[in-house]
């Protein structure tokens, strides 16, 4: 019997060897030159569910160009690392959504086509999110959309306790120190640690400077200076002296935030333009109860906020670049460049388009379109800025500040140094 | 099923395929071990000799630069003040913590009738079965700084102030946390496998101690931990491996995931390394270290298990 199993068992070493064979077949040959369908990467956070109007772009693409899209939804913290993955892996999709804050690495990195062939006239975008796409002369994304910080506020509270829209630093906190005595329960003015954009209009409204070229071409940091460090601490002193904000709200980045709104538990928070959607979409009670204000300078006009969005890029060497660049163009020119702005809550990046929306009559949408036309900052267009992002430096300052690890002085100082070494190695 | 037989004349003659089966057995492991394990451990190592950064990755080519990764590595206080340390001590703490829960719910699983038995390993097998992610999210859930059951429960008691406190922030907390966690999914292994091996221990030597008036620690302790000595080391082994690389579980904790921060432990840390600063091959250099560290640990366990056998 023993020697019935042996006889029968005989096919096994060509059957392992096959095994093995088709084991490390797999690894090979998976990337690029797929031309029947193609692959976009589109960010997801704190913008509106924008399934059905993908749905739509790409019926659209498809009956123009015959072939068809498949978007795949990708949440922002883990962009990075699925694009590294897929530079190693060769698995790069044909059109990928990118923040204007890591557009300028990929383009320095070499994995972007340059679109300046492409595109007629660059003048049309908004210039400032066109330039952290170029280097070399070559355009490496196009400007898809803008994003901005204020304020979004439950007008319903504001108005119950006689409130008016802060025009200052001292109204501000005097306005949420006031409505945290009337409504006990509610969190006056969240105070998050992961959310570093909200951190930054502080810095600059009081004087400082995240990080700014020097003639010689290094650059320094000023949030140390006494005006960053009087910004920093007006912010984290809502927190920590005024108790206006919660403990836990140390770990809340955005989206924490956009749900304490959303949720009825925040009266006034540092929010995106695509939030109002987002919070009435999670919660319609919320409809005809929410105001937005400009982030009001610390004695008079305004203070300036970050100024984000996303550019469209078209990988290098998939195959498909020209089909890329015409999925990028539908969605950067005419029809659905607007009305994504409509739908989403952020504002087309094309000058005459944010122009329009200055004379909105939307009282959720103009307080934003006032802030980025008139008080709207990027951080520095250089390769070594997304490390700066990477490494969390501001969120470590401001998490070092909130939980009582470090003193105002101290964690500036740190974050001041690191933001230097950081990109005066990188040039 | 009909036994298949060949109509052809065997290849072989019967002793070369008795000599061939083993390997031939052998070869789909094999086969799995060289493309999934020591491949990516050889381009690791490759990888901490050079400058390899977003740039080399696309473009594919890089620099040699000896041990310039590992100098820097070795020489950064943060490497000794803190990662070092969290590894280390985490690692130490859930393994003792691991194995003497492991081996308390083994012992009273020993005991229990079969019926119970079963319902109590089921029970247990839940906690192992949670995915890493999930589980950790439900850790984190429990533990949310102003919502969660125990913030609740401790400013109810008094014990914390109303405004709470970000356990979160202090890495005592956190990792108290962490090895809560590591704990929980980690101990039914411990306990199932010890199971197994008790039930092997002959009764008879339980009977000649008690009639020599042992007790129940003594019982334990000259029976069986002796007898169960070399599954003692596979659990011990397997949970300091398990521990030591620890990933999922610290990094997506709040602030387990920021460069610099004083919570990261080293496979943390080479992640931040390679993929947040896209500096890849410092990152190999951490994870070759690593490795290192879990290959010098496995000897000193291995080398003392084998000792113990010959001395018997």
Redo the contacts between chains.
């Keep these: 019997m023993a ?2 199993r ?5 096919p ?2 060509a059957a ?2 096959a ?2 064979l088709a ?2 077949a797999c ?1 090979g040959g998976d990337g690029g030159g797929d031309t029947d369908t193609l692959q976009v990467w589109i960010m997801e956070g704190t913008n509106p569910d924008a399934t059905s109007f993908f749905d739509e772009v790409g019926t659209a693409f498809e009956e123009d160009n015959g072939i068809g899209v498949e978007v795949e939804f990708v949440p922002w913290q883990d962009a ?2 699925k694009i ?2 897929a ?2 892996g060769d698995t790069l999709p044909d059109v990928v959504e990118l923040g204007t804050t890591f557009t300028p ?2 383009a ?4 972007l086509h340059d679109l300046s062939g492409y595109i007629d006239d660059p003048s049309r975008f908004q210039q400032e999110m066109y330039e952290m796409g170029v280097a070399d002369d070559a355009a490496y994304g196009v400007p898809w959309y803008a994003s901005i910080r204020s304020i979004i506020y439950r007008k319903d509270i504001f108005e119950e306790h006689g409130h008016e829209e802060p025009a200052n630093w001292e109204e501000l906190r005097d306005t949420a120190l006031d409505l945290a005595e009337a409504e006990e329960d509610m969190i006056a003015f969240p105070v998050p640690g ?1 959310a570093q954009y909200s951190v930054m209009p502080w810095i600059w409204g009081g004087g400082g400077e995240v990080a700014v070229e020097e003639a010689d071409g290094t650059w320094s940091s000023t949030i140390d200076s006494p005006e960053g460090r009087a910004g920093v601490e007006f912010f984290t002193d809502l927190a920590l002296e005024d ?1 206006l904000s ?3 709200a ?2 809340w980045n955005e989206i924490d935030v956009m749900e304490a709104l959303s949720d009825e538990q925040a009266i006034m928070a540092i929010s995106n333009s695509s939030n109002p959607k987002a919070i009435i979409e999670n919660n319609p009670d919320l409809e005809d109860r929410l105001g937005v204000f400009v982030l009001p300078g610390q004695e008079d006009g305004y203070t300036e906020s970050f100024a984000g969005g996303s550019l469209l890029s078209v990988f290098e060497g998939t195959g498909n670049e020209e089909a890329a660049w015409r999925y990028v163009d539908l969605l950067t020119n005419g029809e659905y460049f607007e009305r994504w702005g409509e739908e989403s809550g952020f504002f087309p990046a094309g000058v005459e388009e944010i122009e329009g929306y200055a004379e909105s009559e939307d009282p959720l949408v103009q307080p934003f379109a006032t802030q980025l036309l008139e008080a709207g900052k990027s951080t520095p267009a250089v390769p070594a800025w997304s ?1 700066v992002e ?4 501001i ?2 300052m401001q ?1 070092d500040i909130l ?1 009582g ?1 470090a003193s105002v002085e101290e964690a500036t100082d740190t974050a001041a140094e ?1 933001i230097e070494n950081i990109l005066n190695e990188g040039n | 099923m009909a ?2 037989r ?1 109509k052809h004349a ?1 290849l072989l003659s ?1 002793r070369g ?2 000599a ?2 083993p ?3 052998l ?2 492991p094999l ?2 071990i060289g ?1 999934l394990l020591l491949l990516p451990i050889g381009r690791i190592v490759w990888l901490s000799f050079r400058d390899f ?3 080399n ?3 594919g080519e890089s620099d040699f630069i000896g041990l310039s990764n590992y100098v820097t590595l070795l020489t950064d206080p943060y490497l000794w003040q803190t990662v070092l340390v969290n590894t280390l001590t985490f690692a130490v703490v859930a393994v003792v913590t691991t194995v003497v829960l492991g081996t308390l719910v083994a012992l009273l699983l020993s005991t229990l009738r079969p019926l119970p038995r079963i319902i109590v390993v089921s029970c247990i097998m839940v906690a192992w079965a949670m995915p890493a992610v999930s589980g950790t999210y439900v850790w984190i859930w429990i533990f ?4 969660g059951v125990i913030a609740q429960a401790l400013m109810g008691m008094g014990v914390v102030d109303p ?4 356990w ?2 202090d890495r005592f907390w956190f990792y108290a946390i962490v090895t809560l966690n590591i704990v929980h999914s980690g101990f039914p292994f411990v306990a199932v496998t010890l199971l197994a091996g008790l039930l092997t221990v002959p009764k008879e030597l339980y009977e000649a101690a008690r009639i020599d008036g042992a007790g129940a620690w003594k019982r334990f302790w000259h029976v069986t931990f002796p007898t169960l000595r070399p599954v003692f080391a596979v659990v011990t082994v397997l949970s300091t491996i398990w521990d030591f690389k620890v990933f999922a579980q610290i990094y997506l904790m ?2 387990g ?5 004083e919570m990261l432990n080293l496979g943390v840390w080479s992640y931040v390394k ?5 500096d890849f091959g410092m990152g190999s250099a951490i994870a070759v270290m690593l490795t290192l560290l879990l290959l010098g640990v496995t000897i000193v366990y291995l080398r003392a298990l084998f000792r113990e056998d010959e001395l018997r």
């Design positions: 020697r019935r042996v006889h029968q068992y005989l096994l070493p392992s060897l095994l093995v084991a490390t690894g990075q690392d590294s993955t530079i190693a690495e990929y320095d990195a070499g994995v992961d108790d919660t403990t836990g140390v770990n490390q990477a490494e969390g430096v969120v470590k998490q939980n690890n690191t | 036994p298949r060949s065997p019967m395929r008795r061939l089966l390997w031939a057995l070869v789909p086969g799995v493309v950064k977003l740039r990755l696309v473009s949310d700084v102003d919502q405004g709470g406190y970000n979160f922030a709040p602030g995931d920021v460069g610099g921060s390679s993929f947040g600063q896209n």
